[in-house]
Every structure is written in structure tokens, then in C-alpha cells.
């Protein structure tokens, strides 16, 4: 029996890297904002010129760059930071190792994520002083949206777009994080980097990711951390920006294959609402409410088909996050978390691994 492994990282090869490689050992420059990070930088901001200039800063992380955004908005410490209850654990991690408190909400229920409307309701009923909605499974916030709320309420927005390089858009006001992890859909082993149209936010950031150390006077106002892009994972990230059409239309016409031969044998599972022009990393299926997805997830593993819980549990789950607020009811990440399956998404997938997988999910459901 062929094992089929939940994900498979899309990496640039080895002679894609050569030439960048020897730059490197050219210059003897490795690190501290060369000149590959740079052209790295410049590219990811022509990406997201379309509204008018942005400022991006490169970065070792993505929760790295939440941390440090958080850092430069110079929000007080213990400052309430309103957050989705459904994401991933570094969304949460990033707010507490900021030194603040979450405040958790519930998510739109067809397309996972926070919106402006929820984010209001609980601005009125509680003390919020930053947001940071997340693209659930790489699924967009709408940037516009975000905007308008920064600008009505004063309230900074972070965008946690973790995974959804390719799909989620760049604000005026408001600030989003990437990660570009192995595993995300343009990947460069490890880093992420920041963008806004806001370029003193982003300068800070920079300024913050060297220790602090402020360029003017190499002196330290705002203790920071270190979390610079090296010169060798900038290599990478540009040979990855180089072949990334080609990589997001090959996972586009993926998803939309895996999608429709998933729904023409499982009648009753669900899918997130998503951009159907977007490339996501990974593929989620919403279980029918009677199934039990570790069961699922167990029979999927006896058959050789890696599979894995995503967002479960959701955040108020996790003893670490036992004493966050909580903004009105939390119905809509509860359910979505308690019946969320990921399967095995990956540029390896063919027609008959999809099959497969389809047809023994299919026979765990009763479908088959």
C-alpha cells in the first residue's frame, strides 16, 4: 500500500538557486539586510502596488512579523487583542508574547473568517485596541473592508495571512503578515515577511527585527528582536517568486479537480466558501455532523492516507489561551473546528491518488 503524505513541500530545486548561490559567495554579505533581500523586498512590493506605494519588510517569520507589527503599533502592555477563535496556534502565541491579552470571536460560518461586522459588535460591547483577523486555509479578507474599519474606529488591523500568499491583498491603513513556511503555497523553508500601505508601520517593524537598533542613530529606543531574512532563504524566496504562476496555476487547477471528484462521491461533506481564483496550501472538508473526524481520520490512516485536524481545537481549546475573553457566542468555530478534516493536498496528487483517497473517505462516510 502506497502511503499518500498530507503535504509535500513545493521548493525550488537546486539549479534554480546556483546563480543566486554564487552572488552570495561573491559578495561575502549573508545576512543584515543584503542586497538579495532587498531585490526580495522590491519584488514582493511591485505584487502589491495596485492600490498606490506599500512598504514590505522581510522577515525569519510569520510570527515573527505578527510579534513585531503588535510591538509597533506601541499599544500599552496587556492591551486587548481581538482575534478569530479559529486559527492556527501562532495567532495567539504572537498576541501573548507581545505581552497582551485575546479577546476571541466567533468566525462568518460559510467562509471561516472574521469579519469587519463581527469585529464591530465586539468593539461595542467590550474594550478592543488591535484586530487581527485571519485567512482561514488561506481564504482572503477583503482589504477595502479592513480599511474602512481601521479608519471609522481607530483601531489598528493585522491581517494574519499566514497562508494565503497569492490571495490576500495589501491595505492602506491596515498591516499583513505572510508566511512563506515549506508548507505554505509559495515556500522558502523558513520566513514571511510584512506589508502596508502604512510605511512608517513597516520601517518600525524594520528597525524592530535588529534588535531595535534605530538606524539614525545606532542607538536602541524600542527593545526588539532579531528576526532578519539571511541572504540564502532570500535566494530561495526569489528563485520561489520566479516559479510561482506556473506553481499557483498547477494548485488551482488541482483544487478544482480534487473538489469535484470529492463532491461526486461524499454527498454530504461541506467546503469552506473561497475564492475559487485563489492557490491554497492545503484542503479541508467540512465532515457531516453526525461523523466523528477522529474516527475518520483514523480509518483514512489504516488505508495508508495521512490526514490531519486543522484548527482543532480552536483556540479557547488550548489550555495556554484558558483565560481569554470571549466577544458573544463562539457556535460558528466550535462546530466548524469539532467536524474539519484536512486531507492530503499537494502538487504529487494525480488522479488516482484523489481517487483514492475520495473513495475511502467515501466508505468511512457510508457513501460508498
Not at 49 to 77: D, F, I, K
Not at 173 to 187: C, E, Q
Request: with cysteine.
Amino acid at each position: 500500500m502506497q502511503r499518500i503524505p498530507l503535504l509535500i513541500p513545493d521548493m525550488p530545486r537546486t539549479d534554480e538557486l546556483i546563480e543566486l548561490l554564487r552572488e552570495i559567495d561573491d559578495r561575502r554579505w549573508y545576512t543584515n539586510f543584503g542586497p538579495l533581500a532587498k531585490r526580495f523586498e522590491a519584488q514582493l512590493a511591485g505584487r502589491y502596488r495596485q492600490r498606490g506605494p506599500v512598504g514590505v519588510v522581510s522577515l525569519a517569520n510569520c510570527t515573527l512579523a505578527l510579534e513585531l507589527l503588535l510591538a509597533a503599533c506601541r499599544l500599552p502592555a496587556g492591551s486587548t487583542v481581538l482575534v478569530p477563535a479559529l486559527t492556527f496556534v501562532a495567532t495567539g502565541t504572537a498576541i501573548r508574547r507581545a505581552g497582551h491579552r485575546l479577546l476571541l470571536a466567533d468566525v462568518d460560518p460559510q467562509r471561516w473568517t472574521l469579519t469587519p461586522e463581527i469585529a464591530r459588535a465586539a468593539a461595542q460591547a467590550h474594550r478592543v485596541d488591535c484586530v487581527i483577523p485571519v485567512t482561514a486555509l488561506g481564504c482572503p479578507v477583503d482589504a477595502k473592508e479592513w480599511d474602512a474599519f481601521a479608519a471609522e474606529t481607530g483601531i489598528p488591523v493585522i491581517v494574519d495571512a499566514a497562508g494565503a500568499f497569492g490571495n490576500q491583498d495589501a491595505g492602506r491603513r491596515i498591516a499583513v503578515a505572510f508566511s512563506l513556511h515549506a508548507t505554505k503555497t509559495m515556500g522558502m523553508g523558513e520566513g514571511g515577511f510584512a506589508v502596508s500601505g502604512d510605511a512608517g508601520w513597516i520601517e518600525r517593524v524594520r528597525c524592530l527585527s535588529n534588535f531595535g537598533i534605530d538606524p539614525a542613530d545606532f542607538k536602541v529606543h524600542e527593545a526588539g528582536s532579531n528576526a532578519k531574512l539571511s541572504e540564502y532563504h532570500a535566494a530561495v524566496g526569489l528563485a520561489a517568486l520566479a516559479r510561482w504562476p506556473r506553481s499557483a496555476a498547477l494548485r488551482r487547477s488541482l483544487e478544482q479537480d480534487y473538489v469535484g471528484r470529492l463532491q461526486a462521491r461524499c454527498a454530504d461533506i461541506e467546503f469552506q466558501q473561497r475564492p475559487r481564483e485563489g492557490a491554497y496550501a492545503a484542503l479541508c472538508v467540512l465532515l457531516p455532523p453526525a461523523s466523528d473526524p477522529a474516527l475518520a481520520a483514523s480509518g483514512l490512516a489504516a488505508e495508508g492516507i495521512e490526514t490531519r485536524r486543522w484548527y482543532y481545537p480552536p483556540l479557547h481549546g488550548h489550555p495556554a489561551f484558558a483565560d481569554a475573553g470571549i466577544a458573544g457566542t463562539l457556535e460558528a468555530s466550535t462546530r466548524i473546528s469539532s467536524r474539519l478534516l484536512g486531507l492530503p493536498f499537494h502538487l504529487d496528487m494525480d488522479a488516482a491518488r484523489i481517487d483514492r483517497v475520495a473513495r475511502e473517505l467515501a466508505r468511512i462516510l457510508g457513501d460508498a
